[in-house]
């Protein structure tokens, strides 16, 4: 099915306005980036990495005048030059979406191949081999060589998608205009819309979707929850409270992002005061893993992926990898918590 023509323009000035004022609300402005072609990439020695802002940090300095000391050590970084739009991990390798281009690297940063994709991605996902790119409107399935399996439009003309899940038979989208979620076969038939009990409010383009362990956990951002749904759709329970402490959600709307490792644990990633946190899947706050200092400041949410004992962060133009240091974790929650967790098979340095 070919793409609607809408008017791009229209689609990238509404999601600015929308990042922007919500960063305000929540206490501070994003600053853009322009947009080149040309990914270059920028290693620097083992001690001195990039931040996900983009900003040099240095490894020995793991805990901020806040009392913070997170387990988690920044080992490796890449940078691109361009805006980075959405990224996924998978096999080994990064691929990420960045100025018209679909770029997949090794976790190293070597460039291993890139093809070109359409403007103004909002999420990807990877699954068996197969990359989803989601656009405000429709969703492309391409192979990792950039074939084009398939596409299919948004089932609501006045759609604006945010992010989605893919689960083994089932693609989940949420929809910041309708303020729902839409629930798609994999090959892009349109089976029903998910509605909170609560309803979703979303004052910006917070409105973050995983699949863990057989269900679907979002966001339901200007509520300051995250809502966990079977796979056929149906509401199981909800955790969040409003608030800046930690296991609170602060702002006017979050959190902004979500992840989850292999034990269930969901992870969250807020923006205003930006902060990557770790819960249980029945809300039970565990400990903040990395905040606003070690991620290198701003208001922006940074994107998440884990994947298997790493955790990969984006900022604007940089991917940072982080893992687990049973030295560093030393008198953390982390290190108390009794959960087989696969982050803590990290490192130890």
Same mark, same amino acid.
């Given at each position: 099915?070919?793409?609607?023509?809408?008017?791009?323009?229209?689609?990238?000035?509404?999601?600015?306005?929308?990042?922007?004022?919500?960063?305000?609300?929540?206490?501070?402005?994003?600053?853009?980036?322009?947009?080149?072609?040309?990914?270059?990439?920028?290693?620097?020695?083992?001690?001195?990495?990039?931040?996900?802002?983009?900003?040099?940090?240095?490894?020995?300095?793991?805990?901020?005048?806040?009392?913070?000391?997170?387990?988690?050590?920044?080992?490796?970084?890449?940078?691109?030059?361009?805006?980075?739009?959405?990224?996924?991990?998978?096999?080994?390798?990064?691929?990420?979406?960045?100025?018209?281009?679909?770029?997949?690297?090794?976790?190293?940063?070597?460039?291993?191949?890139?093809?070109?994709?359409?403007?103004?991605?909002?999420?990807?996902?990877?699954?068996?081999?197969?990359?989803?790119?989601?656009?405000?409107?429709?969703?492309?399935?391409?192979?990792?060589?950039?074939?084009?399996?398939?596409?299919?439009?948004?089932?609501?003309? $006045?759609? $604006?998608?945010?992010?989605?899940?893919?689960?083994?038979?089932?693609?989940?989208?949420?929809?910041?205009?309708?303020?729902?979620?839409?629930?798609?076969?994999?090959?892009?038939?349109?089976?029903?819309?998910?509605?909170?009990?609560?309803?979703?409010?979303?004052?910006?383009?917070?409105?973050?979707?995983?699949?863990?362990?057989?269900?679907?956990?979002?966001?339901?951002?200007?509520?300051?929850?995250?809502?966990?749904?079977?796979?056929?759709?149906?509401?199981?329970?909800?955790?969040?409270?409003?608030?800046?402490?930690?296991?609170?959600?602060?702002?006017?709307?979050?959190?902004?992002?979500?992840?989850?490792?292999?034990?269930?644990?969901?992870?969250?990633?807020?923006?205003?005061?930006?902060?990557?946190?770790?819960?249980?899947?029945?809300?039970?706050?565990?400990?903040?893993?990395? $905040?606003?200092?070690?991620?290198?400041?701003?208001?922006?949410?940074?994107?998440?992926?884990?994947?298997?004992?790493?955790?990969?962060?984006?900022?604007?133009?940089?991917?940072?990898?982080?893992?687990?240091?049973?030295?560093?974790?030393?008198?953390?929650?982390?290190?108390?918590?009794?959960? $087989?967790?696969?982050?803590?098979?990290?490192?130890?340095?």
């Amino acid at each position: 099915m070919k793409p609607k023509n809408k008017n791009i323009i229209d689609y990238l000035s509404r999601r600015k306005f929308l990042y922007t004022c919500g960063s305000i609300l929540a206490g501070g402005t994003i600053l853009g980036v322009s947009g080149v072609l040309l990914h270059k990439i920028f290693m620097l020695p083992v001690n001195n990495r990039i931040a996900p802002n983009g900003t040099i940090l240095n490894n020995s300095k793991q805990s901020n005048e806040n009392g913070l000391k997170s387990p988690y050590k920044l080992v490796s970084s890449f940078r691109t030059t361009d805006r980075i739009e959405g990224f996924d991990v998978f096999n080994e390798k990064v691929i990420l979406a960045a100025s018209n281009l679909l770029s997949i690297y090794d976790y190293s940063g070597t460039l291993l191949t890139s093809f070109a994709i359409g403007s103004n991605i909002r999420d990807i996902v990877v699954d068996k081999e197969m990359i989803y790119l989601l656009f405000p409107t429709r969703i492309e399935v391409y192979t990792m060589s950039g074939d084009l399996l398939h596409d299919w439009e948004a089932c609501s003309e $006045d759609s $604006d998608y945010c992010s989605f899940a893919v689960t083994p038979e089932s693609v989940f989208v949420t929809d910041a205009s309708n303020k729902n979620i839409c629930k798609y076969t994999s090959e892009g038939t349109f089976v029903k819309f998910i509605q909170s009990p609560d309803g979703f409010i979303v004052p910006s383009y917070s409105f973050g979707i995983t699949y863990a362990n057989g269900s679907i956990f979002c966001s339901n951002p200007g509520r300051h929850k995250v809502e966990n749904y079977t796979l056929e759709g149906e509401y199981v329970a909800s955790f969040g409270k409003p608030g800046g402490a930690a296991g609170y959600f602060s702002g006017c709307c979050n959190p902004v992002h979500l992840s989850y490792n292999t034990a269930g644990e969901i992870i969250t990633s807020e923006k205003g005061n930006p902060r990557i946190c770790c819960y249980s899947p029945n809300g039970e706050f565990r400990s903040v893993l990395l $905040d606003s200092k070690i991620l290198g400041g701003g208001h922006a949410a940074y994107d998440i992926k884990i994947s298997k004992d790493k955790l990969f962060v984006a900022g604007e133009n940089s991917i940072s990898l982080f893992q687990y240091d049973a030295h560093l974790a030393t008198e953390t929650a982390c290190s108390a918590c009794d959960v $087989d967790c696969p982050l803590r098979k990290g490192i130890t340095i």
